[in-house]
């Protein structure tokens, strides 16, 4: 005899102990015979989750009695695919890790290009820089020195022709070549004018004359010397021109 069967007896001992009570007892209400039988209803689900459980536990029994095992390429499949989650998951780890390392290295490498850039525009503005002042400073003197120039000129232009043999005068010739010269290496150059066409920006016209034997805007007289200095004017020349 199994398990339900004697189940099985003993509700019905339960049954029939009920109708008893209710045939000596007529109080019993309608609802109460109502509940006893759900009652009936409850314990029928409940056997059928008790016989499911214990053949559930007979298959597990019956599994370990009989220790079945899987193929060997069938657990290398599945051990294979149970690694393998594990593995991508790494493999993106150590990615992530290289992408931020990369991205770290590509920012400081920007950072470095543009250190570099603003270092050679701040070179190249800082040598255009001292150019300037240096240009601006050796125009200044050049300027101080040209009516020195001017002096020796008139000096030397004022000598009798009787005394061109003087001593003096040529010590003046020396020094005023020796000025010339320094001058010229430094860069300073005279403005040629006299017999040139006019060129407003060399030339300062002062006077006007009209002279058929010259050409059209053609300069007949320099009344004072003009310099350059590195293609820029230092002073333009004071002249006289023509028609």
Same mark, same amino acid.
């Given at each position: /005899? ?8 003993? =509700? ?10 209710? $045939?000596t007892?007529?109080?019993?209400e309608?609802?109460?015979i109502?509940?006893?039988g ?14 499911? !459980? ?12 009989? +220790?079945? =095992? ?17 593995a991508?998951?790494?493999? #993106?780890?150590?990615? $992530? ?5 990369e991205?770290?290295? =590509? ?14 525009? #701040?070179?190249?503005?800082? !040598?255009?820089?001292k150019?300037? /002042?240096?240009?601006?400073? $050796? ?8 009516p ?12 009798? !022709?009787?005394?061109?043999?003087n001593?003096?005068? !040529?010590? /003046? ?6 000025? /010339? ?10 403005? =040629? $004018? ?27 007289e ?8 590195? +293609? ?12």
């Amino acid at each position: /005899m199994d398990h339900k069967d004697i189940k099985d007896i003993i =509700e019905e001992e339960l049954k029939q102990e009920v109708a008893r009570e209710i $045939a000596t007892d007529d109080s019993l209400e309608e609802a109460d015979i109502e509940d006893l039988g759900k009652l009936d209803g409850v314990d029928q689900v409940e056997d059928e989750t008790e016989e499911d !459980e214990n053949l559930v536990s007979k298959a597990i029994k019956d599994a370990k009695e009989q +220790d079945t =095992e899987l193929p060997e390429d069938d657990v290398a499949e599945v051990e294979e695919d149970a690694a393998e989650p594990a593995a991508k998951k790494g493999l #993106f780890t150590k990615k $992530a890790k290289k992408d931020k390392r990369e991205e770290k290295i =590509e920012e400081l490498n920007d950072q470095l290009i543009r250190r570099m850039a603003e270092f050679e525009n #701040f070179r190249k503005r800082s !040598e255009k820089e001292k150019s300037q /002042m240096y240009d601006m400073g $050796a125009k200044s003197v050049i300027e101080k020195l040209l009516p020195v120039v001017d002096n020796f000129e008139r000096g030397l232009a004022l000598i009798p !022709e009787d005394q061109q043999d003087n001593p003096v005068k !040529e010590g /003046m010739d020396l020094i005023y070549k020796q000025l /010339m010269t320094m001058l010229s290496d430094t860069g300073v150059q005279a403005i =040629e $004018a006299v017999g040139q066409t006019f060129n407003p920006d060399l030339h300062n016209a002062v006077m006007h004359v009209e002279d058929e034997n010259e050409g059209e805007h053609v300069v007949v007289e320099e009344f004072q010397k003009g310099y350059t200095y590195r +293609d820029a004017v230092v002073r333009y020349s004071m002249v006289k021109v023509a028609n």
